[in-house]
């Protein structure tokens, strides 16, 4: 079955960066778009970036753009987002998402992890 | 960017009651419109995409219709295991948004 585990979650201080790892497993990982989203606490979703199943493309919210970046390692079957000048605003739970995709039905968000919280505060 | 705005933010319905969310952008989608199902503490889950394709898995007591800027998400019959927040999602350009998402309980 589809799995997909978010980990390296933790506190960081403004300005500070971190690096979230993805492992996914039961499906194949080199095939698929991956996504990042957020939740801020008591929010709702807003989601961060995507990248294309061989890293031709990625895409970026305005939010994020220019101090995240998304990665991912086919062979590892591993998905990153390297986090960098975080702010308080960039406290939330990050979940990484497979992203579904046909000419008909455009993109959408079939499995999820279960989430990293990330909280930036001094 | 596309706003995409739900209504109600919260209704209380019974058991058994059929329940309507609306979800609508502000520019025209076509189809291109998701629903996911978030319980508390838990990561969303997928319910229905292209605006009335129903995931596999999820109960037929969920639908989804509507096209261009105004959608609707149904429970034919409210269980307790529907409580959750309801977000509807925009695929048509990035930034890929969501709506403020509706939460549902039971009276």
């Known amino acids: 079955q589809v799995q997909l585990v978010e980990s390296g979650g933790g506190l960081v201080k403004p300005g500070g960066s971190l690096r979230l790892s993805c492992a996914a497993s039961g499906f194949s990982f080199s095939d698929y778009y991956m996504s990042w989203l957020r939740q801020a606490p008591g929010k709702g979703l807003e989601w961060v970036s995507y990248i294309s199943s061989s890293s031709t493309y990625t895409n970026y919210a305005d939010s994020v753009k220019g101090r995240f970046t998304i990665s991912r390692d086919n062979a590892k079957k591993s998905l990153y987002l390297q986090m960098n000048s975080l702010r308080a605003e960039d406290t939330s739970v990050y979940y990484c998402a497979r992203v579904q995709y046909t000419s008909s039905t455009r993109y959408y968000f079939d499995y999820w992890g279960q989430g990293a919280l990330v909280t930036v505060s001094s | 960017d596309i706003q995409m705005t739900q209504s109600p933010s919260s209704l209380s319905a019974s058991v058994g009651d059929r329940v309507t969310i609306t979800c609508r952008a502000s520019q025209s989608i076509s189809t291109y419109l998701n629903w996911y199902q978030q319980k508390p503490g838990k990561a969303p889950k997928l319910l229905i995409y292209?605006?009335?394709s129903l995931q596999s898995g999820v109960p037929s007591s969920f639908s989804g219709s509507g096209s261009g800027t105004d959608f609707t998400l149904t429970i034919s019959s409210l269980q307790p295991e529907d409580i959750a927040t309801y977000y509807c999602q925009q695929s048509y350009t990035t930034p890929w948004t969501f709506g403020q998402g509706t939460k549902v309980e039971i009276k």
């Open positions: 292209a605006a009335s």
